[in-house]
């Protein structure tokens, strides 16, 4: 079974709103990250947060992580038309499994015009 | 800096056959992570080289292998291929270990299996 899940699994909203993504988790973690994948450009890198970090921001970009709760979440402010796009959380699998990236099943995003 | 280069690009392969899917990670890069993707069971973690050692394995079966070689260049192999393993083959490198530096990811290279 996946370690991350996302919810929700699809999110439509109009350019200029924020989107928020979440992510839940089964095990500890050691880092939790957020990466991004569409047609034109592949999977990207985002953000990548430590289990010791409880925000951290990349421009527009906003990540939240809560380990008491084995939580997650990606806020997308201004979305633009680029944005649309799936966003996966990956983490490790905690002290056991450390170097095995899981990642969740995705949010779809996508931006109206 | 070039990114992560990926060969082939697509591949169509027979059940029972074998294939070999090669990745040029970023220079300076050690580790080479391999993934699958699939509609059904999403992006799934294969295997990580760091150094030429595998680090860890994901739970696939022992038809999944891989190497990585001196110059951090890594392959993996599929052999006795199943209609299965028709998937989207990720290559991701990275400075270190996978799950604490960022991973650049290839362009990935589309097997389907008749």
């Known amino acids: 079974s996946q370690q991350g899940e996302e919810d929700p699994q699809a999110l439509s909203i109009q350019e200029g709103e924020n989107a928020t993504m979440n992510c839940s988790y089964k095990?500890?973690?050691?880092?939790l990250q957020w990466y991004r994948q569409n047609s034109g450009r592949g999977l990207v890198h985002l953000i990548l947060i430590r289990s010791n970090e409880r925000e951290k921001h990349s421009g527009r970009l906003r990540v939240t992580l809560d380990t008491s709760k084995k939580s997650s979440s990606l806020l997308i402010t201004a979305s633009r038309a680029a944005d649309t796009a799936s966003y996966f959380c990956?983490?490790?699998?905690?002290?056991?499994?450390?170097?095995?990236?899981?990642f969740g099943s995705g949010t779809r995003l996508s931006i109206r015009p | 800096k070039a990114g992560v280069t990926q060969t082939p690009r697509y591949l169509i392969k027979t059940r029972g056959q074998q294939v070999t899917l090669s990745c040029s990670p970023i220079?300076?890069?050690?580790?080479v992570s391999w993934y699958q993707q699939t509609p059904g069971q999403g992006l799934q973690f294969l295997f990580e080289?760091?150094?030429?050692?595998?680090?860890n394995k994901g739970n696939f079966p022992g038809r999944f292998s891989g190497r990585q070689f001196s110059n951090s260049r890594s392959e993996m192999n599929v052999s006795t291929l199943e209609l299965g393993d028709s998937a989207l083959y990720l290559c991701?490198?990275?400075?270190?270990?996978?799950?604490?530096?960022?991973?650049?990811f290839g362009p990935g290279t589309r097997l389907t299996v008749t």
């Open positions: 990956a983490t490790d699998g905690g002290d056991s499994s450390a170097s095995k990236i899981i």
């Open positions: 991701a490198s990275s400075l270190g270990t996978a799950h604490s530096y960022e991973q650049y």
């Open positions: 220079s300076g890069h050690r580790s």
């Open positions: 095990t500890s973690i050691n880092n």
């Open positions: 080289y760091f150094s030429e050692t595998q680090r």
